[in-house]
Structures are given as C-alpha cells and as structure tokens.
C-alpha cells in the first residue's frame, strides 16, 4: 500500500514551525510536504498581478519571509513543493495556515483541515467592507478575514474564544474544534531560557506600516517611555518592518541605554521582561499566560477571552490525531468532528486549564 501525501502550506516562521511540529507527528503514515502560501484557480492572474506590482512585497507570499521558509525546509531536510508543481504529486490531504490565500482547485478536490497561527488582525472597517461585498480577503493585506472563506473541511482554533470570533467571521460552527496550537499551548517552559536580561519593560512592535495601516511610531515610542517610567526598555521589532528606519526612530526617541533586538527567541525575551507592551501581536497571548502586565492596541479583556488553551503543549499532538483520523474517514468534516469523540480535544477538566488565563 503506498503511502498518504500530506500538503503542509507555511508562511511566516510561525507558521512554519508549527506546520513541521504536526508533519514530524505524521511520518509513520504520511509523506509531508510543504508549500508556501498561493493562490490557483481563477484568482490566479490577479494573484499574479499584485506580485509582479509590488502589491504582495510585504506579505508572507513573496520576498524575505518567502527566502526565510525556503531556508527552514531545506535546513531540515523537507520537500519544497512550491505551489504543488514541483513533485506532481496527489495529495490526500492539505493542512493550511490561512483561508485568505488558498489554491481553490486543490482546497476543493482534497480533504482540508485549517490550523489557527495565532492572533488575527483587526476587523477594521476596510476589512468589515471586504467582507460585506465579498470581495477576495487577500484585499485586506493581513489576517483580519481567515475564516471568511469558510472553504476547509475542519478548523483547529486556539480557544472558545477565538471558535466564537471564527463563527462571526463566516466559518460554519459545526467546523470548529478547540485543539489549542502549537507555539502558543505551554507558555510556562518559556520561564526556563538562557536570554541574558530580566527586569526590563519589553516592547513588540508591529509591520502596520509595511501592511499599509498608518502609524505614528515616533509617538508609540514615547508613549513606551512613558509607560516604561525611568526602567529599562527593550524593542523587539517585528522581521516584516524596515530595520533602518524602526531602529533610527528609537535611538531618536527613547533612552540612550535601549535594548534593541531585530532577531532572536521573542518568547524568551517576554518571558524575562516585567511588563510587555504590544500593538497587533499574536505574542501578547505569551505574556497574558505568565501572568505579565500587557498593554495592546487590542481590548486586553477580549485577548483573556481568547487567550489560547494552556494544555501542556500537545496541540500538534490534537491536530495529528485529527488529520490522521480524518484522512481515513467517509464523510464530512462537520460528521468526522460529531462522531469522533470531539471532547477529546477540548479543556474539559480543572486540571487541564489550570494554565489558562481566566
């Protein structure tokens, strides 16, 4: 009998570990695969229009974080399958990172199960208009409309929370299962680091500028400082953002004694700082779990609604377990998820969310 392919498609770092933590839980039945996010079907040539426009330059399709996901599969050895066509393969199944970039043809000819990143971007009213017409989420430059597609056959999200915000977004509720996800599921072994500093005011900054959302920066910066009150502060910029130019504004705006980081473990950094200020980053949810005063641009009461599901870190364990039980089923997704003891993937007891932010 030969053996299942698995399509895995990445995008970000975050995305990429993560699809390779539920791939490396998959080998004894899969073949695995990966390909970055891309459009196919009937979308195609405005896909393609916006790439060689410049229209994609700061997303995760194209560019530095495309070279930097090619790096990653050919450091660990993983096959490439850049947009299905390198292999000719036939995939049994696609694990996706996002909805608002997917190759209809396949999406629609193979089984799909979605897997939640992380934090989605606000529903400004750009995005609550794109939605209101329908148009192609791919218009709202960002993860605001995951979900909007509603075209997978399963989705893996990080909380109730976050299954409610989905269900509002336009995915079917009988899709949703709460698995956790990985990266984001045992924020307490980020306590245990080698990062060389402690005691600082950590700020993550965000790429609005590079996704076209206006921003004062040189003003969030000295409203950092404020909050900050005299201790010392540490700017982790985000890898999409022009570095020049973010480092420039800081050392223009804040304290001379700046701790300035465009790489390095962001988790571990958080965990060692005193108190986290954030705009639009999925990396509140780390701070939230230890218990770390946070600042955001979001409702920080809505982030602990969604503060994603502490379970010890076994949610690619879940989501395995889920792609491997629904690759073998006849049926749909909604069916599989009634009939396959979906507690089993949910919190259910005290002890399973004593992590858990309440």
């Known amino acids: 009998m030969s053996r299942k392919k698995v399509l895995f498609l990445i995008g970000s770092p975050n995305q990429t570990t993560q699809m390779h933590q539920i791939a490396q839980l998959l080998e004894d039945e899969f073949d695995p695969y990966f390909s970055q996010l891309y459009y196919d079907g009937w979308q195609r040539p405005f896909y393609e229009f916006l790439l060689k426009t410049g229209g994609l330059d700061k997303t995760i399709v194209t560019g530095a974080i495309k070279a930097k996901a090619d790096k990653y599969l050919a450091e ?20 996706c990172c996002s909805d608002v970039i997917v190759p209809w043809p396949l999406v629609r000819r193979t089984k799909t199960i979605f897997v939640q990143e992380g934090m989605t971007d606000p529903l400004n009213w750009w995005a609550r208009l794109i939605r209101k017409l329908n148009w192609m ?15 997978c056959d399963i989705y893996c999200v990080a909380s109730e929370g976050y299954k409610e915000h989905f269900a509002y977004v336009g995915v079917d509720r009988d899709k949703l299962v709460v698995t956790g996800i990985p990266n984001f599921d045992n924020v307490e072994q980020l306590r245990h680091n080698n990062f060389p500093h402690h005691g600082y005011v950590m700020v993550a900054t965000s790429d609005l500028r590079e996704t076209f959302t206006p921003e004062n920066r040189p003003k969030f910066i000295r409203e950092c400082v404020r909050i900050a009150a005299g201790r010392p502060l540490l700017f982790k910029l985000h890898p ?8 420039a504004e800081i050392r223009a705006n804040a304290p001379a004694d700046t701790l300035i980081y465009t790489d390095g473990n962001t988790d571990h950094m958080i965990a060692n700082c005193v108190e986290l200020i954030t705009q639009y980053s999925t990396v509140v949810y780390v701070g939230l779990g230890l218990g770390i005063p946070v600042h955001s641009y979001f409702d920080v009461e809505d982030l602990k609604r969604k503060q994603p599901w502490q379970n010890g870190g076994t949610s690619a364990q879940r989501i395995a377990a889920i792609c491997r039980g629904f690759s073998n089923f006849e049926g749909s997704g909604p069916t599989f998820l009634r009939q396959y003891q979906t507690e089993a993937y949910a919190p259910s007891t005290e002890a399973d969310n004593s992590l858990a932010v309440q």
């Open 137 to 151: 989420p791919i218009l709202a430059i960002g993860t605001a409309l995951n979900g909007l597609a509603n075209c």
């Open 240 to 247: 999409n953002e022009k570095m020049d130019r973010a480092v």
């Open 76 to 95: 660990h050895g993983l096959n490439n399958d850049f947009e299905a066509r390198r292999f000719g393969n036939t995939y049994d199944l696609v694990v």
